[in-house]
C-alpha cells in the first residue's frame, strides 16, 4: 500500500539522515485519523523507534515527543477502546492491542492506570471480560512501568500467574512484560529468571525482546557476567543469537560500539558472528541518526506547533 510505502520510506531516509527527524515527524502526524491496522503497524512501529532515539538525541525534547506521539495514536485507540465490541473484526482485536501496548510503551498514564485497574480486576476473576487475553500484555506492561525494588508485587503477581498457568501464550505474555520494567535490578532478576528451571531454553528470547530501555545498561552488564553460561547453555546461533542482538542493538553511540566490540573480540564464534556485526552495525547507524537530529534547528518548534495542532 502507498501509505505504508511513504512511511517506511521516510523512516528510512531520516535514520539514514537523508531526511530530517523533523520532517519525518510531520508525515507522522498526517497518519493521526488513520484506522486501518495495517497502516497503524507500520505507524506505531515508526513511532515507537522514534521515542527510543529521542531519549538519547535530544533528552530535554523527548517528553514533548513523546507526547507528540502519543497524541499521534490516541485517536484510533479511543474509537477501539480496551473492550471489545459484538461484530468487530480480527483486525480491529489486534488493533487494539498494538495502541494499547504502544501507548502503554510511550508512558500514557490514563493507558497505564486503566489497565493496572482491569489487571486487579483480573487478579479476583481470571475470566473477567475487561481483560481478554488479547489485552493482557498492555496489561502486564502497566504493571511492570509501575514496579520497583521498593514495590514489587506487580513483578511477583505475574510471575505466581506465570507459574500457575499451562498456556504457552500466557507465559509468553508474562516472561515479554517482566523485563520491561525501569527499575534495573528488576530487569536483572526478570534476566536471572531465564537461568532456573522455571524458563524453558527456548522461551529466553521473549524475556530478552521485553527488555527497557532503562535496563539495556543493566542487561549489557548481565550478559558480559553471564556470558560463559549463555554460551554453554544456550549453543545455537539462532538462541544465541538472540541475546546478542537483544543486548547490544539498543544502544546508539560510537563509544558503546567499540565497548561491545573489545569484549566479543576473544569471544566470537561462527554460530553469532553475523548478528554480532549486524547488531553493532544498528548500534552505529542510530549514533550517526542521533548526530543528525542534533544538528536540527527546528525540530524543537515543529514539536510544539504539532502539539498545538488541534485533532
Keep these: 500500500m502507498d501509505m505504508i510505502g511513504i512511511v517506511e520510506d521516510s523512516y528510512a531516509l531520516s535514520v539514514a539522515c537523508k531526511q530530517t527527524l523533523t520532517s519525518l515527524l510531520r508525515l507522522l502526524n498526517a497518519y493521526r485519523h488513520e484506522s486501518d491496522y495495517t497502516i497503524l ?19 530535554d525534547l523527548s517528553s514533548d515527543i513523546k507526547k507528540l506521539l502519543i497524541k499521534l495514536l490516541l485517536l484510533a485507540a479511543k474509537r477501539v477502546g480496551w473492550d471489545p465490541k ?11 492491542s498494538l495502541l494499547l501496548i504502544a501507548l502503554v510503551k510511550l508512558g500514557h498514564e490514563e493507558t497505564i492506570n486503566e489497565g493496572i485497574r482491569r489487571f486487579h480486576i483480573f487478579l479476583e476473576d481470571r475470566k473477567t471480560p475487561l481483560l481478554p487475553p488479547d489485552n493482557r500484555k498492555a496489561a502486564y506492561l502497566a504493571v511492570m512501568r509501575t514496579v520497583s525494588t521498593s514495590n514489587r508485587a506487580g513483578y511477583d503477581v505475574l510471575l505466581k500467574i506465570y507459574k500457575e498457568t499451562s498456556e504457552a501464550q500466557e507465559k509468553s505474555r508474562i516472561l515479554g512484560s517482566l523485563s520491561s520494567c525501569p527499575d534495573k535490578d528488576i530487569v536483572v532478576e526478570a534476566l536471572n529468571l531465564m537461568l532456573t528451571d522455571e524458563v524453558r531454553n527456548q522461551d529466553a528470547f ?5 527488555i527497557s530501555l532503562e535496563g539495556r545498561e543493566a542487561a549489557w552488564a548481565w550478559l558480559k557476567d553471564n556470558w560463559d553460561h549463555v554460551v554453554k547453555t544456550w549453543p545455537s546461533s539462532s538462541l544465541i543469537s538472540d541475546f546478542v542482538n537483544s543486548t547490544v542493538s539498543p544502544f546508539t553511540s560510537e563509544e558503546k560500539a567499540a565497548e561491545v566490540s573489545e569484549f566479543f573480540a576473544t569471544r566470537v564464534k561462527p554460530s553469532f558472528e553475523r548478528a554480532l556485526k549486524q547488531s553493532l552495525e544498528r548500534v552505529r547507524i542510530s549514533a550517526r541518526w542521533i548526530d543528525s537530529i542534533k544538528s536540527e534547528a527546528n525540530l524543537a518548534q515543529t514539536v510544539q506547533q504539532l502539539l498545538l495542532q488541534e485533532f
Design 41 to 59: 503497524s507500520h505507524v506505531t512501529s515508526v513511532c515507537l523507534s522514534v521515542n527510543k532515539i529521542s531519549t538519547d538525541a535530544n533528552p
Design 86 to 96: 459484538d461484530g468487530e473484526s480480527h483486525l480491529d482485536v489486534m488493533l487494539r
Design 206 to 210: 521473549y524475556v530478552l525482546g521485553g
